[in-house]
Structure formats: C-alpha cells, structure tokens
Nanobody, 120 residues
Framework: QVQLVESGGGFVQAGGSLRLSCAASGMISDINAMGWYRQAPGKQRELVAT???????NYADSVKGRFTISRDKAENTVYLQMNSLKPEDTAVYYC??????????????WGQGTQVTVSS
C-alpha cells in the first residue's frame, strides 16, 4: 500500500522557522501533485500549499511570502519551509498526494498529520 510519512513539526516561537517533510512510499507508479493542508482546532482543514511534479506551485494567501513548498521527485518527497511563523499558523499539518499505484488509478492519499505550535 501507500504511506505518507510526515516529519518536522514542533514548537517554535513567533518569528521562528520550521521545515516539514513528507515522504511517499509503496507501489507508486506516478505522482501528479503533493501538498500541505492544515487544520486548527474548531476549524476546517484548509490548503496551505501544493506543488505538481512539474514544479507548479500554489499557496494560500495567508502564507505567501513566508512559506515555500518544494519537492524531490527522485525521493517522492515534498517539503514545506515555514518562516516568520505566527501564532495563527498553529495547526495540525497534513500531507496529501495525488498519486497512482500499479493496481489503482490516481487518487488522494493523506498522511497522519504533524503538529505545529507557534507561541506568541
């Protein structure tokens, strides 16, 4: 099966930085896109940033200029560099990948989530 394993969350003071990583593994035949979403307590899950394997990126307005998404195609890994963090960035961050396997057509897969907490 497919697994998305996230790492890099933690606790940081406002203005600090964190880097999240998400590695996809399993019987993957192709990956169309990977991205990061977040969910704060009492709120809906929202898009943070996405990147296609061709390199096209998309960011939520709230993180533009502060967050950078990148990918390593060879390693099926996506990164999220988060700078100038704010308390409102506090959330569980989820990795998502739109990918196909050797037995299934493309669909979305989600990671287990990693907590990011920014103190004021």
């Amino acid at each position: 099966q497919v697994q998305l394993v996230e790492s890099g969350g933690g606790f940081v003071q406002a203005g600090g930085s964190l880097r999240l990583s998400c590695a996809a593994s399993g019987m993957i035949s192709d990956i169309n896109a990977m991205g990061w979403y977040r969910q704060a307590p009492g709120k809906q899950r929202e898009l943070v940033a996405t990147i296609t394997m061709g390199g096209t990126t998309n960011y939520a307005d709230s993180v533009k200029g502060r967050f950078t998404i990148s990918r390593d195609k060879a390693e099926n890994t996506v990164y999220l560099q988060m700078n100038s963090l704010k308390p409102e960035d506090t959330a569980v961050y989820y990795c998502k990948s739109e990918l196909g396997t050797f037995t299934w057509a493309r669909r979305d897969y989600w990671g287990q989530g990693t907590q990011v907490t920014v103190s004021s």
